[in-house]
């Protein structure tokens, strides 16, 4: 069933764990997607053609361009040749993010700097760069990809919870910002999900997972799902949608 009209979804870190699975749902709902992400070309080719199995639009295409998402010059670069080479732009996914954990009595600055950078400072990157777009076209969708950590602090996640929480602050602000413009901007906040971010935290050393009231830890597509949900909405902006089993109530 296609769900969205033509144009292209940029998605950052689209090509594995939670990005690919929206990168999937939204080439399955009709759009054309480009993928940022920071493999070796040929590597992230093979997954590409993988993708391609999605597309359900004729004319639609999905392409990956390699880019660091905290490089400001870079990020520009790459949103203007996506602009040049694809089909008008209509929603961005910052999905894009790391992790280097440690209590803030052994964190070291690098580390800070480093999640902070990507998580934080990655977003506000492709939404300046993308809004211009969203703006000529009179439509863009935004969802940015936060975290439970962002909303209850997490030990041993000063650096990722603090760029999970300025997640939420710049979704909000951006929602403001670009109300008038039909542009809408919302925040997804995933609880514990079973991805190569978390492959070293098994569901049964992990204390949080126990608490888990849904039984299980999720999975990429409950997240998709839910990035689905808000980018074919053209009236919820500014909200953070919690995704998580019921871990945060
Ligand atoms: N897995 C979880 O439990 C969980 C929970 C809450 C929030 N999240 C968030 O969801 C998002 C996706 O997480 P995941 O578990 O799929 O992670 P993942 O590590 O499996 O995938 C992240 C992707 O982002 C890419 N990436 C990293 N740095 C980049 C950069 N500077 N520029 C461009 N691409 C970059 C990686 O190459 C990778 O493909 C992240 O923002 C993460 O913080 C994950």
Do not use: W
């Not at 999970?164 to 039909?182: D, H, I, P, W, Y």
């Amino acid at each position: 069933m296609i769900r969205y009209e033509e144009g292209t979804a940029i998605v950052t870190g689209g090509l594995r764990g939670i990005g690919a699975a929206i990168v999937r749902l939204l080439a399955a709902g009709g759009s054309s997607v480009a993928i940022i992400d920071m493999a070796e070309e040929d590597k992230a080719q093979e997954t590409v053609k993988q993708f391609r199995a999605e597309l359900t639009r004729p004319g639609s295409e999905i392409r990956y361009y390699r880019c660091d998402v905290s490089d400001f010059e870079a990020s520009k670069a790459v949103v203007a040749q996506i602009s040049k080479e694809m089909e008008k732009l209509t929603m961005l996914v910052n999905n894009a993010g790391i992790t280097r954990d440690g209590l803030i009595l052994t964190m070291s600055e690098q580390q800070f700097d480093d999640v902070i950078s990507v998580n934080l400072k990655g977003a506000f990157n492709m939404i300046k760069h993308c809004s211009r777009q969203f703006m000529k076209n009179k439509f863009g969708r935004i969802v940015n990809i936060s975290s439970v950590s962002g909303l209850s602090g997490n030990a041993g996640q000063a650096n990722y919870s603090a760029s999970k929480a300025g997640l939420v602050g710049l979704t909000k602000t951006v929602a403001r910002e670009f109300a008038s413009k039909n542009i809408t901007c919302n925040a997804i906040a995933p609880g514990f999900i079973q991805t190569d971010m978390t492959k070293d935290i098994s569901a049964e050393n992990n204390p949080l997972a126990s608490q888990i009231p849904l039984g299980r830890p999720g999975t990429p597509d409950d997240i998709a799902k839910a990035a689905d949900f808000l980018l074919s909405s053209g009236y919820i902006t500014g909200v953070v949608l919690r995704v998580d089993g019921g871990l945060g109530m």
